[in-house]
Structure formats: C-alpha cells, structure tokens
C-alpha cells in the first residue's frame, strides 16, 4: 500500500487511522496530508488522521493540493516538514500522485537531480513528466 520514492519518503492513497498505526509499526517519524478536506464523499477527514498520528507518536503536517496546482508556498512547507521529520515520512492524497509531484518539487528545491527523481517516481508508478521543466528550473 505504501510506495517508497526514496529512503526518506513514500506515499499512498487515502490512509486510514489503523493506516496511521500501520505506518508508526513500520518505522516511519511523520505522516503528511496532502489532501483537502471534502474532496469526496466518505473521505477520512484530515482531523482524524492528525488525532491517529498524535496517539502513535508521529508528527503530522497538512499541506493540501487541490486542483489548482502547487505553489511555492506549499512546495517550501513540503520541503520544510522533510527536513523536520527525523527520520521516514509517509505523505499522502487521494492517490498518491499530487504527493509524489510535491515531493519532486520540494526535492529538486533542496538540490536534488531531476533524472533521479523522474526514474524514482516511475518506478513506483509515477510519471513526473508534467513537471519536468519546474523540476528542471529549481
């Protein structure tokens, strides 16, 4: 259910709170939210898994994407709760893709090579194509 980009990162789709104890049981510090709230019906509000994650000790960010992109701001908040989180993050969306391209994006920001994280992310699945020249421009 959790796919690793890198040593530091997976993602998935939308996670439950046993998702949250799962991740806890797994090693993993941080569990980001890049989903908004009422998206879909039936969807795990954000307050929920922020609660799951706080019961397994685990830092919890939200940083939602909607259908209107990124922005530098969600991309720097990205990049800053990586750092933050002391060890394994797992982010996650509605599929895992929004989460995949902000962390791309916040990678690249932080120095790393766009041919990298193109041939992570699709070897999970994930075609950062869309995104290669912003990749590239950071």
């Not at 939210?33 to 706080?54: F, H, K, L, M, T």
């Not at 397994?56 to 750092?83: E, K, N, T, W």
């Not at 895992?96 to 193109?118: D, H, N």
């Amino acid at each position: 259910m959790f796919r690793t980009l890198d040593e530091k990162v997976s993602v998935a789709g939308q996670i439950t709170p046993a998702d949250v104890a799962a991740a806890a049981a797994q090693g993993y510090a941080a569990i980001v939210n890049n989903r908004p709230d009422g998206e879909e019906p039936g969807q795990v509000p954000g307050a929920e898994i922020a609660a799951a994650a706080a019961a397994a000790g685990l830092a919890y960010s939200a940083i939602p994407v909607d259908h209107s992109g990124f922005d530098q701001r969600q991309i720097d908040a990205m990049a800053a709760a990586l750092d933050a989180a002391g060890g394994p993050v797992l982010a996650f969306c509605r599929s895992g893709t929004r989460s995949t391209y902000l962390w791309a994006l916040a990678s690249a920001k932080m120095g790393a090579p766009a041919e990298g994280l193109v041939a992570k992310a699709a070897a999970q699945g994930y075609d950062l194509g869309p995104l290669r020249p912003m990749l590239d421009s950071l």
